[in-house]
């Protein structure tokens, strides 16, 4: 998967595989916090791992591309790319026993806006933090 990396954003090739998401949540953080913004860090590592859930459950595929990106101003724009053209719909809010369907609801209530690129390959998923 070829995407064009903004300078400085650090990208990583990897599989959405739930046994590493809490090493992905981790360096997310210790990222986050080696730009100096701590404060967003658990916001990032939660829209990580949901996007990386998305790719997991939704995905053929679960080779995947994250992308931490700084932005103006003490934001942070996190970003996961998949091979899927499918875009993902946040659904109605699930009931309290259901284990699914939160994701997206949860990406919306912590960032500031998040949005689907599409791109030659599949769609990129992206997250900003302010």
Do not use: Y
């Not at 046994?19 to 939660?46: I, K, M, N, P, S």
């Not at 003490?74 to 284990?99: F, I, K, N």
């Not at 994701?103 to 900003?128: D, F």
């Amino acid at each position: 998967m070829t995407l064009k990396s903004p300078p400085g954003a650090v990208v990583r090739e990897m599989t959405a595989d739930p046994e590493c998401f809490t090493g992905v949540r981790r360096r997310v953080h210790e990222q986050l916090c080696a730009w100096g913004r701590t404060e967003l860090a658990d916001a990032a590592a939660l829209c990580v791992t949901e996007l990386l859930t998305n790719v997991h459950r939704h995905v053929a595929s679960p080779a995947c591309v994250l992308t931490l990106d700084r932005l103006p101003a003490g934001g942070v724009r996190v970003a996961v790319a998949d091979s899927s053209h499918v875009v993902p719909v946040p659904g109605p809010p699930p009931g309290g026993t259901e284990e699914r369907g939160r994701g997206l609801l949860l990406v919306a209530a912590v960032a500031e806006r998040w949005g689907i690129t599409l791109t030659a390959t599949g769609k990129q998923v992206w997250a900003e933090l302010r």
